[in-house]
């Protein structure tokens, strides 16, 4: 198979605009252009996404960022602690009725989300930075601080959401233009960070406003939030490519982090008498810090990827094997990493590996449909295609994908089936493009 690389020859913005009204339609919900309450402010403003529509956009879409990401963490101590803290901090919050869950995720990059519909999640990398419970608290509160102020649905009644694709998972993922963006591509997948909101600085201002306000609600020392602002800050400053998603969804300034002493010395010094838990944090995190070195080396690993060194990236991945051979992560960045230097046999030993780790997790099983179309195993591969389907479906590039290996096996009809279906969903590339030559030769379109 030829190295199809998805490219939109329209902008993310002009994509988006034109997306908000036929993916709203495409939901089956109507969009509503009607003036809301704002829940934090009590003022009215322009909102045409309804609370339905914000969870029916979550449910749809934040199961394959989670995916993206590596799948939710298998640790779970870990993600029952997370949760628990994030659910402390809701009774204290402006929505209260929302459907919030909180997991962490397997991704090594440094970040923290958050959906419309009140899903959170923060990636292993971030927390691996947070020195105590009070930080983690600060950290989820924030998140919490953009779903109660609605900022996604705000940016999407105004036409400016940057990357919360509203229909069609994948259609825009050829606008990123980033490396990342670029490996994406080439392996028909979601770059890490496609689908979460880039929030602007009045955002981040309000959000850090409102979580500062729930953690010591619910209890915190106001130092922990100082303590968050001041470890972002930092990284803000080094501007390793670990924070790069970070801090593009997140707008960092030092404003940010004065602002934080300000309230703490002030507004919220009362506080002070209230626990950091950093005993607790370090007790619950143990065995997610015992993985350090191994994140360490995937880190090291995805930023030689980032500048397509691959050999060298291949070496960080076989280093933080050496130190966590049943990591899922691990084996997952080691087949990518395989797979772009046209390697799929070591892939598929990478693949099976991670399968057998984390059978419900759907990654494993695309890179495995790839590898085995690049060998020609055209049957594998499709049964490779369905069961990432079965595990998730909704992304446009498997329905090409599985056409794809039907075209090998000379099933013509359901490979046409196929493609039809894509190309209801997505106009433009070369799968696309693909796709009409084939139903074209074969007499489906005259």
Known sequence: MKNIIFQDNISRRQFLKKSLYTGL??????????????????????????????????????????SSDYGVSQDIRLNKYVNRIGMKLTAHVHRPDMPYSFRCVNATYVNAYAFPGGSIAATRGILLKLENEAQLASLLGHELGHVNARHAAQQMSKGTLASLVIGGLTIAAGSKSDTAGEIAQQLGMLSQGLLISYY?????????SLGNEYM????????????????????????????????????????????????????????????LNRERYMDNTASLRRLKPAIEKMQQGDSFMMKKQYSKAEKAYKSALRKAPN??????????????????????????????????????????????LKLKHFNRAY????????????????????????????????????????????????????????????????
């Not at 002030?266 to 209230?274: D, I, M, P, R």
């Not at 395989?338 to 990478?350: A, D, N, S, Y």
Request: aromatic share 12%; with cysteine.
């Open 327 to 372: 990591d899922y992560t691990a084996n997952i960045m080691m087949a990518k990493c395989l797979l772009i230097q046209k390697k799929p046999l070591k892939t598929l030993k990478f693949t099976k590996k991670a399968n057998k780790l984390y059978p419900s997790e759907a990654q494993a099983y695309h890179l495995s449909g790839l590898a085995n």
């Open 25 to 66: 339609a495409a939901t089956g919900l109507p969009a509503l252009y009607a003036c809301a309450i704002n829940p934090v402010t009590g003022e009215k403003q322009f909102i045409m996404i309804s609370r339905a529509q914000e969870i029916q956009m979550d449910h749809a879409q934040s199961p394959h960022q989670f």
């Open 216 to 275: 010591v609600k619910a209890g915190y020392s106001s130092r922990g939030f100082v303590g968050l602002m001041n470890i972002l800050n930092s990284m803000h400053k080094q501007n390793s490519s670990s924070v790069q998603t970070l801090f593009a969804s997140h707008p960092m300034s030092s404003e940010r982090y004065n602002t934080a002493v300000r309230k703490d010395q002030t507004q919220y010094k009362f506080s002070h008498k209230y626990p």
């Open 200 to 208: 602007s600085r009045e955002n981040e201002r309000q959000a850090d």
């Open 383 to 446: 049964n490779q295609f369905m069961k990432y389907d079965n595990y998730l479906p909704g992304n446009p590039h498997t329905i090409f994908f599985k056409g794809y290996s039907l075209e090998g096996m000379e099933e013509i009809e359901p490979a046409a089936n196929d493609y039809q279906q894509y190309l209801n969903v997505v106009h433009q590339g070369e799968y696309a493009q693909h796709a009409y030559k084939r139903l074209k030769e074969w007499g489906y379109i005259k």
